[in-house]
């Protein structure tokens, strides 16, 4: 059941860079708890989408709320996992993760006691004194999840987050995406390049046309019933 307010609105938005409109008039809703995949060809505004939510970019025409609060300036109660790899290189697996907490004042025992957890949960367990560089592409992606998940955001945003792994490591992360999710169902908004994924990961798919002016041109839910599970493969190997 979804809550009558939606966790985030976009309503009627318009992104332009200058005189170039990459989004417009955009209109989606994302339930609490909501799974929400948009999918897209490369150029479509899919990033820039995901920036009006974290209030990294402002909309030319329209406006974006979360939780009935509009989006004015930089969010803090979100989680982004950037589609660039966005770890500090000159701090640890367990630093990059500890960040976030850092900078809302959480002690430090609390921390280190989360981060722990946290590091495990993706599947990193003893991998917290390496460096980025140390790390495989899978790896750092689930330092970057951990990140995106650990101030239990009221909104989690992905961009991209598995297409530039391989496919035996993509599917291995999708599924471990979706058991992560389904413990505490937030609302998550996706973005993809791969129809695939987003179907096989959505309650719900948006997707938009080419840009310029891309806009959305289908909504469809996806059956909720279905198992949900991205291939046949073996959830306990670990890359
Ligand atoms: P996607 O994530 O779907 O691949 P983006 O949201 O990154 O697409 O970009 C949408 C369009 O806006 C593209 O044509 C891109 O070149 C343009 N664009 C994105 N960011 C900027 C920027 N900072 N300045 C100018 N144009 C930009
Ligand atoms: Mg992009």
Redesign the pocket.
């Known amino acids: 059941e979804l809550k009558p307010q939606p966790m985030v609105a976009i309503d009627d938005v318009t992104m332009a ?1 200058g005189a ?1 409109v ?1 989004v417009q008039n955009v209109n989606l809703k994302v339930g609490d708890g909501e799974f929400l995949s948009i999918v ?1 060809p ?7 989408i995901l920036n009006a939510i974290a209030g990294l970019l402002k909309p030319a025409q329209g406006k974006v709320s979360i939780d009935g609060t509009t989006v004015q300036g930089v969010q803090n109660n979100i989680g982004y996992l950037f589609q660039q790899d966005a770890l500090l290189p000159w701090k640890t697996a367990f630093q990059n993760v500890e960040l976030g907490l850092m900078f809302r004042g959480v002690p430090e025992e609390e921390r280190r006691a989360k981060v722990t957890v946290w590091l495990e949960k993706v599947g990193l367990k003893g991998f917290g004194d390496r460096f980025p560089h140390q790390l495989s592409g899978g790896q750092r992606k689930r330092v970057q999840m951990a990140q995106a998940l650990i101030t239990e955001p009221k909104v989690i945003l992905m961009d991209e987050p598995f297409s530039a792994l391989d496919i035996h490591t993509r599917h291995l992360m999708q599924n471990e995406l979706l058991r992560l999710w389904q413990e505490d169902r937030r609302a998550v908004v996706m973005i993809t390049h791969d129809l695939e994924e987003a179907i096989a990961l959505g309650d719900r798919v948006v997707v938009l046309a080419a ?2 002016k891309s806009r959305v041109i289908e909504s469809f839910p996806v059956d909720l019933e279905r198992p949900r599970n991205v291939a046949e493969i073996k959830l306990d190997s670990k890359f």
Do not use: L
């Open positions: 860079f170039f990459a897209g490369t150029g479509c505004g899919k990033s820039t840009g310029p």
